[in-house]
């Protein structure tokens, strides 16, 4: 009898001491794999790792992220789909995962019906650069040396439905011009034809193009944002060059696969949270001109609707300017 009691008082102790985030450990071992559906290097890629060791801490599980690039974020995306529901295979995708459906009839997932969500993790002004080898200083001269060069100018981008191609759209519908579009497998690829002169212009997540904006290797035209981005004082927005309309922003959210047990995602929900508080990890974001998500916007609910709005807001544009993919 006195053992027992002795057992029950020190079972009562250990708990008293136990860390507050113990309860927080994951119920399943082994590492949690990050798919990112682009190529490494790439912005998605950038906030990807910077999150993969944000949320290691706070789940206290490894993380790994994984890039499984093609197709413009779709073969990436579909293994996530086609994934085991447990929570041990997650998603970082881009506004691509609301454009993918209306360029592609044949894809073997649902954009949102495949999937969990957990919440959005960042947003991302975009920049539009072009070749040093372009005359145009500003947009308005780009826009003269649009209306007079037959053929007229490329535009490089990372595949149908990426960050990438959605603004060189966006852009050619802005200005009404034909560009000849360049397609790469991402789009370090297309920046480093940009940089090299072999294509004239992209339009790209600031996350990328901030390196070779400061260094002087590429002209810029303006950001896609609202306002203007803190890194680049001295870009102006593209409605304050001459586009009063224009407006992206290329948000990352956290996915899993369909029919992940809800504790599941209420654990990772909770650590994104977390994360997007972390001082280390919203610096990280800011080196890369990200914003991190607001608290009420890394919830399932939230990232689901934004979703859900972006893609009635851009497939008519996507099924009015290229024809759909097979």
């Not at 009839?105 to 040093?132: N, Q």
């Not at 011009?177 to 034809?193: F, K, M, N």
């Not at 102006?236 to 224009?246: D, I, N, Q, Y």
């Not at 909770?270 to 919830?299: N, R």
Request: proline content about 7%; glycine content about 8%.
């Amino acid at each position: 009898m006195r053992h027992t009691v002795l057992l029950l008082v020190l079972l009562w102790l250990t708990a008293l001491v136990l860390p507050a985030h113990a309860v927080d450990k994951p119920a399943k071992p082994g590492a949690i794999i990050l798919i990112v559906p682009f190529t490494q290097g790439g912005p998605t890629d950038e906030i990807a790792q910077a999150l993969a060791q944000a949320l290691a801490t706070r789940l206290q599980q490894k993380v790994v992220v994984r890039n499984v690039p093609g197709a413009g974020g779709i073969l990436g995306t579909e293994q996530v789909a086609k994934s085991r529901p447990d929570g041990r295979t997650l998603l970082l995708s881009n506004i691509g995962q609301a454009t993918s459906g209306a360029l592609h009839t044949g894809l073997r997932y649902d954009p949102v019906k495949s999937f969990e969500a957990i919440g959005l993790v960042a947003e991302v002004p975009m920049t539009l650069i072009g070749s040093s080898r372009l005359v145009a200083a500003d947009l308005k001269e780009l826009r003269s040396a649009m209306a007079g060069t037959r053929p007229h100018l490329t535009y490089a981008h990372a595949g149908a439905g990426s960050a990438s191609h959605l603004c060189g759209l966006m852009l050619a519908d802005a200005l009404k011009a034909d560009l000849a579009a360049v397609s790469y497998p991402g789009t370090a690829e297309a920046l480093a034809d940009v940089t090299a002169g072999r294509v004239d212009l992209l339009c790209d997540q600031t996350s990328n193009t901030l390196v070779p904006i400061g260094v002087g290797r590429v002209r810029v035209f303006g950001v896609t944002t609202k306002v203007r981005v803190v890194a680049l004082p001295n870009v102006p927005t593209l409605a304050e060059a001459g586009l009063p309309k224009f407006q992206l922003a290329v948000w990352h959210g956290l996915y899993a696969a369909k029919g992940t047990p809800d504790a599941d995602i209420t654990r990772l929900s909770k650590a994104l949270q977390g994360a997007l508080q972390a001082p280390e990890f919203k610096q990280k974001l800011a080196d890369l001109g990200a914003v991190p998500a607001a608290p009420q916007a890394a919830t399932p609910e939230a990232l689901r609707k934004r979703l859900e709005g972006d893609i009635a807001r851009l497939a008519p544009l996507l099924k009015r300017a290229v024809p759909t993919a097979k």
